[in-house]
């Protein structure tokens, strides 16, 4: 026994010896894996030496970019400040080119192109000190011989370092899968330590259980009782009989997660309670462990937290099964971790493929403003604009735009630079390249420890967007100018802008022809037609203008054709009253030859007495006559009267409707006004119709005057003609009395005379009244023609024609067949007349 003992504790004393150098081997493999780690992260970042390479590749460009300042007309630096800067690359060269050197070479190759772009570089800057001396010399003349020398030792020189490039590339990414490989290697060997350390675990455990000695038990208890491992130990019956200090602090700390499930649950009395009541299938569990015969791994549920399970027999020399040992790792914390983990890089992910598929152009840069990253769009845009970026740029490559500086795109780099390290908000800038123009928005990544990781920008091609504002302005302003032609070219454009153009395309078309029709029908009207209606289909203020216009239209030819009707019977009106007035002439001149008569007829009285009595039948049938033509001549002067007032009614309802028409027109403008720059066509059509409406009301006035006049004078007639008639009746009764006593006419001879002298005088001033009447009724009847022809102007619908001059013989007077006295001109109704003339062709 005590052999055995003795064989046990050397067993026991080998066992902590590999425990001990498993435990060494698993802190030196986490170090190796930490290391390793570290190394494949610092190859995911540009690696030391290309960074250096791409710096150096910068600097030899912007040497080259230092000489060709004709490049930018505006920008032309002066020898001096050319010569100082290419100083100052050549200094930046070097001091890269030193970090560059110093760095290890992985390779023969890799050692021999680091000499010849060593060799390369100096040439090249003996050439670009060549060109200086040139420039120095010669001046700006001097620069296309040396310029041409420093190109094709740059092209070389700068193929070799794309060369190396390339190669550092392909050597990076097989280190890089070199170390993979080491660290998959370094975690499987991980997972056998730790096995491996477990087994021996157990093999206390096992000397613990078997072990006779109980000092010997003891020591191995206390042991397992301070590993870190959480072990628990079962017997064949699955009652727990051992539980070490760890996974009793495990169970205590999870507690009252697991009552969530178990409530019986209780960490203090575990020791000698059945493992059934972690398990909701018990049979099950009971059933795999009795068929245990190696390693058995699990994850459970209990209580919202996770628990891994590695469950070992237990068997004794006679193969026995003894129970079992499990060891409880709680990994809710590590699956917690590693859930967040596995989100962030879904996450991450999705940002990623969204960027690509983003169709905003997206660029990113590190703090070293390099590009690290650019999505598909902006791809496309730089491919779109490469041939004219190059007008500008030269060296610009979209292939090499990854990992290049954007100091590239700027012509002052140290400004762009300044900007953006002090970066802290969103930046937005405009800039010109190759005739392009570019819309940059730039805004600084802050992690969330304010750390500054590098700038995002946002570039939009404002290229076509330019264009097609200058378009619109253009266009605009041909239509401030009254043309309408010019249109938007929708042929060239797509999407937005070309919805745009087809929609101003529209709208110029419909203000085209609104504005036309307006036009045609102002033009139809200053013609004299008004049978012109606005027909097309219009909505809002232009189908406003077009019923405000065919209303205007129609009420000026309801008018016209009123004015029409009323001046044809005005001058059927005039010419009666010409035709009666010349016919009371007529028949006073009678009447004087009639007193001519009987003044011859007295002096013959004293010849003889019968032919006094002849002479006074005679006379009594002269004065009969005369008494029914004064009679007819009173009837024709109350009708004439008559016909004057209703002609100045007439008149009066003329001057109401152009003072309608005025008021018309007003409201009109007014109309105009609110439609602004549209209305101001038609302002002005409203301003020549209120002009009209004026000149037709005070046309209408002057006409009432005319006609109040002729009133006056037509009573004044009517006056004359009741004096005469009892002249006439006396003169009857004479001689009535001369028939009845020739003996008397002796002795009333004088009294005839008399009577005579008074009758000639009534004559003269009949002869005199009809003479006025006649002068005025051609005054009258020569307006009332003008009106007329004024009117015959215009020409309106059949409907409201009706009175026009093709039926002006429905009110043509009966004019007297005995001759007409010639009518006097008037002076004032002429020039009028002109005046109006001269109005309509203005209009």
């Not at 710096?55 to 230092?66: A, D, F, R, T, Y």
């Not at 009173?634 to 008021?663: C, F, H, P």
């Amino acid at each position: 026994m005590l052999n055995k003992l003795r064989a046990i504790h050397k067993i026991g004393i080998v066992f902590v010896l590999i425990a001990i150098v498993l435990a060494v081997s698993a802190v030196l493999l986490v170090k190796e894996k930490n290391f390793v780690q570290n190394k494949i992260e610092s190859l995911n970042a540009n690696p030391e030496k290309i960074v250096y390479l791409e710096s150096i590749k910068n600097n030899l460009s912007w040497g080259v970019l230092e000489l060709v300042p004709m490049s930018y007309p505006n920008n032309f630096l002066k020898i001096g400040q050319i010569k100082e800067r290419l100083i100052g690359r050549q200094k930046d060269f070097n001091s890269k080119m030193k970090q560059f050197m110093l760095t290890k070479t992985s390779s023969q190759e890799e050692a021999y192109t680091r000499s010849e772009i060593q060799k390369e570089s100096e040439k090249f800057f003996q050439a670009l000190e060549k060109t200086v001396q040139a420039i120095e010399l010669r001046g700006q003349e001097g620069l296309v011989e040396p310029t041409t020398q420093v190109l094709p030792i740059h092209n070389s020189l700068i193929q070799k370092i794309e060369d190396q490039i390339v190669i550092l590339n392909q050597s990076y990414i097989q280190e890089k899968q070199s170390l993979a490989n080491i660290l998959n290697g370094i975690t499987n060997l991980f997972m056998g330590v730790g096995l491996a350390f477990v087994l021996v675990t157990i093999f206390f455990i096992i000397l613990f259980v078997f072990s006779s000695n109980g000092e010997y038990d003891k020591k191995i208890q206390v042991a397992l009782d301070n590993v870190s491992t959480n072990i628990m130990i079962a017997d064949k019956n699955l009652n727990i009989i051992y539980m070490n200090q760890s996974v009793k602090k495990m169970f205590e700390n999870a507690e009252s997660d697991i009552r969530k499930d178990i409530p019986s649950f209780n960490s203090k009395i575990l020791m000698g309670s059945n493992i059934d009541t972690f398990h909701k299938n018990p049979s099950h569990q009971r059933s795999l462990l009795a068929n245990l015969t190696s390693s058995y791994k699990a994850v459970i549920q209990i209580g919202g937290r996770s628990f891994r399970l590695i469950a070992n027999p237990i068997i004794s020399d006679r193969g026995e099964r003894m129970g079992s040992v499990v060891e409880w790792d709680d990994i809710t914390d590590q699956l917690v971790i590693q859930k967040e983990i596995d989100k962030q890089s879904k996450e991450n992910l999705r940002i990623r493929v969204a960027l690509d598929n983003a169709s905003t152009n997206i660029m990113v840069a590190d703090t070293n403003f390099n590009v690290v990253y650019m999505n598909r769009a902006i791809m496309r845009m730089f491919e779109n604009a490469e041939m004219e970026i190059k007008k500008d740029i030269s060296a610009f490559n979209l292939k090499a735009l990854m990992g290049s500086s954007i100091d590239s795109y700027h012509k002052n780099p140290s400004h762009q630079r300044n900007l953006l390290s002090s970066l802290t908000t969103t930046y937005e800038a405009n800039i010109q390249i190759g005739g392009r123009t570019f819309n940059l928005i730039a805004n600084p990544i802050i992690n969330d420890k304010n750390e500054r990781l590098g700038s995002v920008v946002e570039w939009n091609d404002t290229t076509n967007q330019k264009a097609v504002q200058k378009e619109v302005e253009s266009i605009i302003q041909n239509a401030i100018q009254g043309d309408f032609s010019q249109k938007i070219n929708s042929e060239n454009k797509a999407g937005f802008y070309k919805n745009l153009g087809n929609e101003i395309n529209k709208l110029l078309d419909i203000t085209s022809s609104g504005l036309n029709d307006v036009a045609n029908i102002m033009e139809a009207i200053s013609k004299g037609d008004l049978t012109q209606k606005i027909t097309a289909d219009y909505k809002g203020t232009f189908g406003q203008l077009k019923d405000y216009v065919n209303n205007t239209v129609s009420k000026l030819s309801e008018i016209i054709a009123d004015v029409r009707n009323n001046s044809d019977a005005l001058l059927s009106a005039a010419e009666e009253v010409n035709a009666t007035a010349q016919s009371l002439s007529q028949s006073s001149s009678e009447q004087a030859a009639s007193v001519e008569q009987t003044s011859s007829s007295l002096e013959q009285m004293g010849s003889t007495i019968s032919q006094n009595a002849n002479n006074a039948k005679q006379t009594e049938m002269i004065a009969s006559k005369a008494s029914e033509k004064a009679k007819e001549g009173g009837s024709s002067v109350q009708e004439t009267v008559k016909a004057m007032r209703q002609i100045a009614e007439k008149i009066g309802i003329v001057e109401d409707i152009a003072y309608q028409t005025n008021l018309l027109a007003l409201n009109a403008a007014i109309e105009a006004a609110r439609a602004g720059e549209h209305g101001k066509g038609f302002a002005v059509v409203a301003s020549e119709v209120r002009k009209l409406a004026e000149r037709s009301q005070v046309a209408a006035n002057e006409i009432g005057e005319l006609a109040g006049t002729s009133v006056e004078i037509a009573e004044k007639a009517g006056s004359l003609i009741n004096e005469i008639v009892p002249g006439i009746n006396k003169t009857a009764d004479l001689v009535q009395e001369i028939a009845a006593s020739s003996n008397e006419q002796a002795t009333g001879v004088g009294q005839i005379n008399k009577a005579l002298a008074q009758l000639d005088g009534v004559t003269q001033q009949n002869a005199s009244a009809s003479e006025e009447l006649a002068s005025t009724s051609q005054q009258l009847n020569a307006q009332a023609e003008s009106l007329r022809q004024n009117m015959d102007f215009f020409v309106l619908h059949e409907m409201e024609s009706k009175f026009s001059p093709h039926h002006k013989e429905n009110f043509k007077p009966v004019v007297s067949s005995k001759p007409k006295l010639t009518p006097k001109a008037v002076a004032v109704t002429k020039v009028l007349h002109e005046e109006d003339d001269d109005e309509f062709e203005k209009f």
